[in-house]
């Protein structure tokens, strides 16, 4: 059954493109790859034309996601799962697989209206390798694509539903949050390649934003801890303190983005094989740390989720 294959790009709607792409370079690590003469700005963390799309819009949200398949096959049967589950589809034109730098692509929107587009064949420059503009070891990206993204949802089961049998996304584990008088917040955590979660999603119909924040593997523990200190030197806010996750083990802080959605910097998450995998719940985001100012407890209710 053909899926999808990793997470390839994203598009943001940033209001101030100049504080992005500061904090971008000097603070994540991402090098500029291009500035378009459509005023998008294209970040590189690998030898792919770019991973992330700054467009200016004071959304300050996500705008769009491309999720990568293996080839035309894999595009046309992605293509057919979705008209089958009456999600309309339309193929991309050459003008628009061009700017996003791939070689064919079809666009849809998931249950809550985000603009989505299925792609193969992205354009890579190994003529020009990636180069940080700060000394770091470098991305976890390849066939765990990007890494992964946290959003809110409408409805938690509509959405699970169109990722699983549209999209052919399986389940990690669910985090359940308890908090006071009975209630509880639960976040499905889902993959698409080895990667622990490529995509996490919970129900908050009202929050202003849709994004949550986005991962970013470094592949040195060094790399995260150094950026701490480089966050504290340029007076960027952290989110949530050092910590690692129950589900995926990954050791990471939180740093706010100029969007006010924020970006988790990690390193040495476990990963996925379907062949042994068994789905988990967890009922604490952190085994220990990711404290946010006021958190009582280390992976108490304030921790962030993974």
């Known amino acids: 059954m053909s899926s999808i294959s990793g997470l390839g790009y994203l598009g943001l709607g940033v209001s101030d493109l100049g504080a992005w792409e500061k904090f971008a370079t000097n603070m994540l690590g991402l090098q500029v790859g291009e500035r378009t003469d459509d005023g998008r700005v294209l970040l590189r963390m690998d030898d792919c034309r770019y991973r992330i799309a700054l467009h200016h819009d004071a959304a300050d949200d996500l705008a769009y996601v491309g999720w990568e398949v293996a080839d035309a096959d894999a595009l046309d049967a992605v293509v057919a799962r979705l008209s089958e589950a009456g999600v309309p ?44 503009p700060i000394p770091i070891s470098g991305f976890v990206t390849g066939e765990q694509g990007l890494g992964h993204m946290v959003m809110f949802v409408k ?70 801890g150094q950026a701490i200190y480089r966050a504290q030197e340029n007076d960027v806010e952290i989110a949530a303190t050092l910590g690692r996750h129950t589900n995926d083990h990954m050791v990471s802080f939180y740093m706010k983005t100029p969007s006010g959605f924020d ?44």
């Open 89 to 132: 589809v339309t193929p991309g034109s050459q003008d628009l697989a061009d700017a996003r730098g791939v070689t064919a692509l079809a666009s849809f929107s998931d249950p809550n209206g985000l603009k989505s587009e299925v792609f193969f064949g992205p354009s890579m420059r190994f003529e020009t390798p990636f180069r940080s």
């Open 263 to 306: 970006i988790e910097y990690g390193w040495g998450a476990r990963v996925v094989d379907d062949a042994t995998w068994h789905v988990q719940r967890h009922e604490a985001p952190s085994i220990w740390g990711h404290q946010r100012k006021g958190s009582a407890m280390p992976g108490g209710k304030n921790a962030r989720p993974g």
């Open 155 to 224: 409805d938690l089961e509509q959405s699970l539903h169109f990722y699983q049998r549209a999209l052919g996304f399986r389940i990690s584990d669910f985090i359940e949050l308890k908090f006071g008088a009975g209630m509880k917040f639960t976040l499905a955590f889902l993959h698409c390649n080895p990667r622990h979660h490529s995509l996490a999603i919970g129900a908050v119909p009202m929050s202003p934003k849709r994004l949550n924040h986005i991962m970013l593997q470094l592949k040195s523990f060094d790399d995260v």
